[in-house]
């Protein structure tokens, strides 16, 4: 594969959001598998907050609930752009950012 322009799609929600009484980041991953996504890596933060300000932190005296997530989608943009309007009514609190990216190789076993 030569190198070519994709997009990384970010995802930032929090560790209890759900949707469907799933937890939403296993939603989304199954949702991306199902649209054909490349590729989905999600990330537990250790410590974040977002648009309410409140701080969730992972900190050994506190107990470890409602981390950030954040999930990593690397496509081409069309395909990016069609995920995007899957999740667009279906995350209530979140961000959603797209970026240029270069992607080098894509590799299966």
């Known amino acids: 594969m030569e190198k070519c322009i994709a997009k990384l799609m970010r995802v930032f929600i929090s ?3 759900r949707h469907q009484g799933k937890p939403l980041f296993e939603w989304i991953i199954r949702q991306a598998q199902k649209h054909g996504m490349a590729g989905v890596t999600v990330l537990r933060g250790l410590e974040g907050f977002g648009a309410d300000s409140h701080l969730h932190t992972a900190k050994v005296l506190r107990l470890a ?3 950030p997530i954040v ?3 690397v ?4 395909k990016i752009q069609t995920f ?3 999740l ?3 995350i209530e609190e979140g961000l959603i950012t ?3 990216v270069e992607a ?3 590799r299966k076993n």
Not at 75 to 78: A, I, V, Y
């Open 75 to 78: 496509d081409m943009k069309e």
């Open 88 to 90: 667009e009514n279906v």
């Open 104 to 106: 080098r190789f894509y």
């Open 65 to 67: 609930s409602d981390l």
């Open 84 to 86: 995007v309007d899957v």
């Open 15 to 17: 560790e209890n959001d």
């Open 71 to 73: 999930i990593e989608i």
């Open 98 to 100: 797209i970026e240029n």
